[in-house]
C-alpha cells in the first residue's frame, strides 16, 4: 500500500513540483557563491540543487513510466549524502553560532527532506553496479573540488575547520555509496 502511494502520479507530481522549486531556489542560493566561482567549476559549485535536479529527472520519468539508472543513482547518492551534510553543517554553525537565522532552519527541514526522499524511493530505482561507480566517481570527483581546489560551499563561521570537514565529507561521500549499494545493488542483486 504504502509503495503504490509513493509511485501515485499525484503525489509524484506533488514531488515533482516541490523539487523543481527547490532546486531552482538551490541555484538562486548558491548566485553569490557562483559569480565567484571559475567557469570550469560551476557544475560542481551547487551540490544539494543539482542532487535536486537530478531527483527531478528522475521522478519526470517515474511519471512516464520509465527509469533511468543512472540519473537515480546521482539522485539517491547525492540526495542523501548532500542531505545529511547540510543538517550537520548547519547544526555545526548552530552550535559554534548559538543561534541561525530562520533559513538555515528551512534549510535543515529541506535538506533531511532530501535524504529521506531518497531512502523512500529506493525500492523503484533500478541501480546496479555501473551506475553506482559513475555516481561513486562523480561524487568523489566533487569532493575534490570542493576540497582541493576549494570550491565548498561557504558556511562563514566554518572556515577554520575546513580540513575537518573535508575529512568528513570524504567519509560522508564513503557511507553514502555504501547507503545506495545496500538499498539498491545489493538488493538488485538478490532479487535476481
Keep these: 500500500m504504502f509503495r503504490g502511494i509513493l509511485m501515485d502520479k499525484r503525489v509524484l507530481f506533488t514531488l515533482f513540483m516541490v523539487n523543481l522549486l527547490g532546486t531552482i531556489y538551490g541555484y538562486y542560493w548558491y548566485r553569490w557563491q557562483l559569480e565567484a566561482t571559475p567557469p570550469e567549476f560551476f557544475i560542481f559549485v551547487p551540490d544539494s540543487p543539482t542532487a535536486s535536479l537530478f531527483f527531478v529527472i528522475v521522478l519526470l520519468f517515474f511519471l512516464l513510466g520509465r527509469n533511468v539508472p543512472y540519473i537515480e543513482a546521482l539522485a ?51 541501480i546496479k553496479m555501473r551506475h553506482l561507480t559513475v555516481a561513486a566517481i562523480w561524487t568523489l570527483h566533487n569532493d575534490v573540488i570542493d576540497y582541493v581546489f576549494e570550491m565548498m560551499p561557504v558556511y562563514h563561521s566554518l572556515t577554520t575547520y575546513m580540513n575537518e570537514i573535508g ?15 545496500s538499498f539498491s545493488v545489493r538488493r538488485t542483486v538478490f532479487r535476481h
Design 76 to 126: 539517491f547518492l547525492t540526495l542523501f549524502k548532500y542531505g545529511i551534510w547540510a543538517v550537520v553543517m548547519n547544526v555545526l554553525t548552530l552550535y559554534i553560532e548559538g543561534s541561525l537565522e530562520w533559513e538555515a532552519y528551512m534549510l535543515i527541514v529541506s535538506h533531511g527532506a532530501m535524504a529521506i526522499q531518497g531512502l523512500l524511493y529506493a525500492p523503484f530505482y533500478r
Design 167 to 181: 575529512y568528513f565529507t570524504f567519509w560522508l561521500s564513503i557511507l553514502s555509496i555504501a547507503v545506495v549499494y
